[in-house]
């Protein structure tokens, strides 16, 4: 089944940028969320990003507006009921995608391809929420998702080889290189990731080096484009966490623990570049004070 009509839930930094690149793909676009305000918020950030690229001559303003005249917003599941594929982008909780894949099960015709953009949260238990767990699959897209290319695409133990084929050809329909990997905590990216993240706060903690020592190694020495402290920033420490406790869960071993430090700063709400504060401080445009 060719997909024309990509849905997307949550209009946030990931939801956004999943809308952005399929309007700019020639997809039709449908994008959900619960207040007009996160609506208004993600097209405004998907023009912004469309006006960059026209400003560096890699688009036209002509493809600019086809772009966003694909792109339509509503507050109401129900729109999804023509879309050929819906990728889900809320918060990382099981609990609250459990309940949305729920409902979007009962909403979306049996044809309709549901996928979790999580980046480790089993796609084996969030497909069993629904009565299709053989037309359900993780797309784990990266942020900022109209500059990375990688889409991890995960198989859940009921997904089909139809769904599998359809999904990586939608994920090179939007220039994007799908890898595939099979339903374990973390799945490949996360479960190298965010331990070395871990390690580094761990570092931090214990008084090993300075925030900038603890970066600048890895910036440097092993050439990251950016430090583990300030990626656990730019990410979110709330989803670092969050990850972290995925892994510890799921793995039920003790080298996932998460760092107090980074349980300490999420409990204060310091959570990263979002918030203005977390392990480096941020003006509110999000450059770093």
Not at 25 to 34: H, K, Q, T
Not at 41 to 60: D, F, M, S, Y
Not at 164 to 188: M, Q, W
Request: glycine share 10%.
């Amino acid at each position: 089944m060719p997909i024309r009509t990509v849905g997307v839930v949550g209009g946030g930094q990931m939801g956004s940028g999943i809308a952005h690149v399929a309007a700019a793909s020639g997809y039709a676009v449908i994008l959900v969320d619960v207040e007009q305000r996160f609506l208004d918020a993600a097209r405004a950030t998907i023009e912004k990003n469309l006006g960059r690229k026209v400003a560096k001559g890699k688009r036209t303003e002509a493809e600019k507006k086809e772009a966003l005249s694909r792109l339509s917003t509503t507050l109401d599941l129900q729109d999804f009921a023509g879309a050929d594929v819906v990728v889900e982008a809320i918060v990382e909780n099981e609990t609250a995608k459990r309940e949305l894949f729920g409902t979007l099960d009962r909403i979306c015709p049996s044809r309709t391809i549901l996928a979790s953009n999580t980046s480790s949260i089993s796609i084996t238990r969030l497909a069993a929420s629904t009565a299709r767990p053989d037309r359900f699959v993780g797309m784990h897209f990266f942020n900022p998702v109209p500059v990375m290319e990688l889409v991890e695409l995960i198989r859940g133990v009921a997904t089909s080889d139809a769904t599998a084929s359809a999904v990586e050809e939608l994920a090179r329909g939007l220039g994007k290189t799908p890898v595939f990997c099979n339903d374990y905590p973390g799945f490949v990216s996360n479960r190298v990731l965010m331990p070395m993240i871990n390690e580094a706060i761990e570092a931090l903690r214990e008084g090993v080096a300075t925030r900038e020592a603890i970066d600048g190694v890895m910036r440097l020495g092993m050439n990251h484009p950016m430090g583990p402290l300030a990626l656990a920033d730019f990410i979110g420490l709330d989803t670092c966490l969050a990850i972290m406790r995925v892994l510890h869960e799921g793995f039920a071993d003790s080298k996932y623990r998460p760092s107090p430090l980074l349980v300490r700063m999420v409990d204060a709400g310091w959570l990263g570049r979002k918030a203005g504060r977390g392990f480096y401080e941020y003006q509110a445009e999000g450059g770093r004070r």
